[in-house]
């Protein structure tokens, strides 16, 4: 009977010596590899997580916060209110900038007069944040987003302007997140999804004005 068998395999596979012979080595099983954690997730609410995350539904939620009349003023603003206005390539030079904000608020977008911001140098695989002059007082870093091109800002309410002491975390009360992204050729915004919706409107200062206003 095993005669038989030996005599089957080798018909079956041809320049075989015997079934036995060479025994089929078994599958390696397949590696998984991690993708190491974004620096600027480790440290996040999980109420901020989830507004970052819910960007774009949060877009929404503010067109329709803003009613018609305040749509009309969204719209005339074009890019800069617009939820898929992002371009790639979205890295900030450092120096000052002129800034202004507008605010999403019920019926109606609120606009502040101008001021200036500061981005600072890369420090690792982030950039600081400081807004210079005005009322509003948010200051913190921007981190790269591996997942998207945009920076993920992680800051809070400062005390003064132009002042970065306090950090995300520090007292949750005056925690701020949002992100940054490029909407045209030296033209930059940073969307804070509050509440309440924000919108920062960047771009670079000359620079030979630089001196004065950094």
């Not at 997580?49 to 003023?73: E, S, V, Y």
């Not at 007082?137 to 790269?144: A, K, M, Q, T």
Request: glycine residues 10%.
């Amino acid at each position: 009977m095993s005669r038989i068998v030996v005599l089957l395999c080798l018909a079956a596979m041809p320049g075989l010596a015997g079934c036995a012979a060479h025994p089929v080595a078994p599958r390696a099983a397949a590696s998984v590899t991690m993708e190491p954690e974004a620096a600027w997730r480790r440290d996040l609410a999980s109420a901020d997580a989830a507004r970052i995350d819910g960007l774009a539904a949060r877009w929404r939620q503010a067109w329709t916060l803003a009613g018609r009349r305040g749509a009309r003023t969204m719209r005339a603003e074009g890019d800069l209110l617009r939820a898929d206005a992002a371009l790639d390539h979205p890295a900030l030079p450092p120096g000052s900038y002129k800034c202004r904000a507008l605010t999403v608020a019920a019926g109606i977008v609120r606009k502040s007069p101008a001021f200036f911001c500061y981005i600072g140098g890369e420090a690792g695989d982030r950039v600081s944040f400081t807004k210079q002059t005005g009322t509003a007082r948010p200051g913190g870093w921007l981190y790269r987003d591996t997942d998207a091109p945009r920076y993920v800002f992680l800051g809070a309410e400062q005390r003064r302007a132009g002042d970065t002491s306090l950090g995300y975390g520090t007292d949750p009360r005056r925690n701020l997140v949002g992100v940054a992204e490029r909407i045209g050729p030296f033209r930059w915004r940073l969307v804070l999804p509050g509440p309440p919706f924000q919108v920062y409107e960047l771009t670079p200062v000359p620079v030979e004005q630089q001196g004065a206003t950094s």
